[in-house]
């Protein structure tokens, strides 16, 4: 069992994130997430790009966010994430994003994911990376 | 009443905005929504550049987005936005995203809005923004 | 021979492409430029997506851009795109961003591009491609 | 002095950041300079937030960068920035990009910034930023 915080994924805000309110734009936040969900992969023993690399591709099916407060230029940002289902054709992420400074909640997210081959078609998720994906699903709060 | 038609905005698929799946990210979308909702204020005679230099912004508080169907480089996309529902501390609008090629559903979402001042306090929206803008709200489907 | 005009890529600045100083950030002008050179290939009836679809890519080997004047959110902008230099394994196209409103030029760009096939390997440009690209070949200023 | 090897960034290619070449795409080259950029001044004592908020921005005027390798997803980039000029009018930056895992070279790159306010007007830059940065320039190779 990795220790969990290796399974966050800490980053700063680019300047090229911001946008003209001198926030963090709220298209980046699902950027984050996806770098959140890639990190959790790699901590948890798992790489995405070699799960790419098979042929299998987690196409995102549907995506939420809430934004708390802002982020702002060089805040430096903890991208918590956690596998809330595990199935052969659906996958669910969930994410808090934090504010390492102060602890402040930035955000809070989820992503859905369904399987696909190199041509987009839906598939079944091997059992080679389904068993031990599964195997770390946690209850959502 | 303008032509709800000239409410639409339509695009092509960028170069820039495929990954490495071939298909648009999906965090291209809610730049696509907001470029939208941009289009759709012009075509009722109102400018979101307005609303910015006097000094209100609608902050987006909440993000949704289902995807259906991949976007592929150079498609012609249409970006279809409705504002339903229009308060003094809260907007919602809603988006469909279609393929103009065979009118195919691409992606439904919604975004939620707080007006905010220039150092991003929520404020009520002044009069003159709100009365306009909540004329034009219309039922979701 | 299109009409030149056909050649212009008329874009707003999206809302998204803005950073803090409230202007356009320098790294959506390539974006731009790219957008530029797709449009400027459809209008003299060549179509990049074809290039890919048949295994070639134009890498992007060299990026050059001088910024003028700042370009703002919902500016419009045109991009006219040239080709200056047309080889079996090398292009160079140059570009001029103009503000439609007065015309005021927003910057100047070039990018240099190398025929490649898809596992990235550079490859001399067939001639069913070269041929009509190198005909539309014109003197930089 | 600080060692070196604190100025340098190190990151890794986002999912997001690809393109359907499967590689990283140019106009993502920008943006990682400028966090090299901000990092640099950061290992120097510098903060570039705190002279964004004193009301100076070293705004863009010119880009250049030449690619010499791909960088695909999930690759470790380190991002080696180094000040080559540095005038109350005029400041220039090169970079070079390294692949982390074999140190190969992925791009080399050049950026000039012009000291502007708020209002994106030139101006000199104080001395109080001056001094200390033009202590750091260092000669090209």
Do not use: C, K
Not at 52 to 68: I, K
Request: no cysteine; aromatic share 8%; proline share 5%.
């Amino acid at each position: 069992m990795p220790d969990p915080d290796d399974a966050v994924l800490h980053l700063r805000v680019r300047f090229a994130e911001t946008d003209q309110m001198g926030i963090a734009h709220h298209a980046v936040y699902p950027v984050w997430m996806e770098a959140g969900r890639v990190e959790w992969l790699r901590a948890h023993g798992l790489s995405y790009r070699s799960i790419e690399d098979s042929g299998v591709s987690l196409a995102v099916s549907g995506l939420e966010v809430r934004f708390r407060r802002s982020a702002r230029f060089d805040d430096a940002i903890a991208v918590h994430t956690r596998l809330v289902e595990a199935r052969s054709r659906r996958m669910r992420f969930v994410y808090r994003l934090l504010n390492e400074d102060d602890g402040g909640l930035i955000a809070t997210g989820s992503s859905e994911h369904v399987p696909t081959d190199r041509e987009g078609r839906a598939l079944r998720l091997p059992e080679a990376w389904l068993r031990p994906i599964a195997a770390l699903v946690e209850r959502p709060d």
